[in-house]
């Protein structure tokens, strides 16, 4: 999603920069890759499943991390890292 940042100069030039964040392979069966901007380092990704539980969380050291999935069960599966929201499908 694009978010608009005002640099603070005279003339109010805009800065635009598109946050995202990027799943593969979906559907997934033992890991899962993200990656996001450099801002999200150090945030949580939580991982929910359908019914909102938080199953697994995990902290982001760099903008590209490979999660273990393979003790969750297969279904669909919701990914938050900071504002970031993803879906993805566990499918064995």
Avoid: W
Wanted: aromatic share 8%; with cysteine.
């Amino acid at each position: 999603f694009p978010v608009t940042i005002c640099d603070g100069s005279i003339d109010n030039s805009v800065i635009e920069e598109t946050y995202s964040i990027r799943i593969f392979p979906n559907p997934a069966s033992t890991h899962l890759s993200i990656e996001v901007n450099s801002m999200f380092i150090g945030e949580t990704i939580s991982i929910f499943n359908a019914l909102g539980e938080l199953v697994q969380q995990e902290k982001l050291l760099s903008i590209a991390k490979t999660i273990e999935v393979g003790n969750l069960s297969s279904g669909n599966y919701i990914i938050k890292v900071g504002s970031l929201v993803s879906r993805f499908v566990i499918q064995k």
